[in-house]
């Protein structure tokens, strides 16, 4: 007897579908009969029966419920009917291929996928095509952050779409926050830039050259945190020469189905790969140029704040602590600019760059001097590597590509705790040295 029950579940709903559908053919100017309404009734009823419970992550009954709302209004009568069976077809079928892995054994399941099949044969539907989404609340994807968060905002829970915001690390290092504060920090050894309730970031910082404070990042640990049905636990770690496109069990990717809710994209083999966490409406780059690694980030603000108070020490949430800031505490490298030194002390700091020769290969990647070509500067003078200026203008591509406000993109060495202001001369060849003074102290 169970194993006839399970099965009937779906069948039932499918069938009721189909059943209004065909009763439905003669145009009616009143409701549908009494004796539809009752198996429809009858359909969703039997999804709650004893026989059909399903273990909380299986989602098939959901699934089925779906699929009755988007066809009980349909009528076979009028044109377009099957287009909109098909579409609500296809949208049942991506549901169930959704939830495969927590359903599998599972016969009203089973049962559904077969349902499906044969309905989709009787309409001639293809595989293929649109899905139905006239309904957010119906037809959201669970594991698709940008829907379920339009879907809060169709039902009136959220007044604005979701704010996403942006942090990034490169060079010597230099750490733009969530807030669009820019720091040069120390930070040696391994330091937390993002430890919420979804994601987790590690960077690791070594010595540039001896002698000197500055240091660069040769290590970088994402770990995406198990997520419901989307995702389990994936770990990536990238270290200088070793820039998989793998995470560390050896995937590329995260979730079932064939749109996968996380997945690493390799764009430069060993130089370039991008993670995007749909399920999180996550995205992050990192890179390796040179010896070093860089790293940048867009998350929405409301996961990025989602985060217990033991876990306040995050870079990008709150910045470098100021005892590992070379800067002066304001926020950015030409904090320093302010303070006149003499002519004489503008020798290089590191053998291999002048100011005048750092200043003109910088210019040549970067023509807007913001604080980007500042650090490209600074980074030169302090190590002698001429990577550290491709870091600085990946960088700021980083930031053109995921920065969700344009008007932030470029940062002022004029600008106070790194809030951007139009475009200002300055006079990099008076304050600089001092800095690089600071930073070999």
Known sequence: MGLRAAPSCAAAAASAAAAGAEQRRRPQL???????????????????????????QCRIQKCTTDFVALTSHLNSAIDGFDSEFCKALRAYAGCTQRTSKACRGNLVYHSAVLGISDLMS?????????????????????????????????GGGDLNPPGYLFC???GDPHLRTFKDHFQTCKVEGAW????????????????????????????????????????????????????????????????DGDTKSLLILERESGRYVEMHARYIGTTVFVRQLGRYLTLAIR??????????????????????????????????????LGHSVPRTSLAPAWPGYTLEAANA????????????????????L?????????????????????????ERWHIFPSSSQGTPHGRRHWAISLGLPCLIFIVFL
């Open 122 to 154: 009787q309409r001639n539907c293809s595989k293929d095509g649109p899905t139905s989404s006239t309904n957010p609340e119906v037809t959201h994807d669970p594991c698709n952050y940008h829907s379920h968060a339009g879907a809060r905002e169709h």
């Open 168 to 170: 990034g690390l490169f």
């Open 382 to 406: 302090t190590t002698g590597d001429a990577n550290f200026t491709a870091a600085a203008h990946s960088a700021l591509a980083d930031v053109e590509a995921l920065h969700p406000r344009k």
């Open 299 to 336: 998350m929405p603000e409301d996961l990025a704040m989602s985060y217990e108070e033991s876990q306040d020490l995050q870079l990008c949430v709150n910045g470098c602590p100021l005892s590992e800031r070379i800067d002066d505490g304001q926020g950015q490298v030409s904090a320093i």
């Open 361 to 380: 290969q910088c210019h040549e990647k970067m023509p807007v001097k913001d604080i980007y070509f500042q650090s490209c500067v600074f980074d030169l």
């Open 30 to 56: 009143c409701p549908p009969p009494l004796a539809l309404l009752l198996l429809l009734l009858l359909s969703l009823g039997l999804l709650h029966a004893g026989d059909c419970q399903q273990p909380a």
């Open 192 to 255: 937390p830039l993002i430890d919420n309730n979804y994601l987790s970031v590690q960077v690791t910082n070594v010595p540039v050259v001896p002698g000197s404070s500055a240091t660069a990042t040769n290590k970088i640990t994402i770990i995406f945190k198990a997520h419901q049905e989307c995702t389990d636990q994936k770990v990536y770690q990238a270290v200088t020469d070793d820039l998989p496109a793998a995470f560390v069990d050896g995937s590329t990717s995260g979730g």
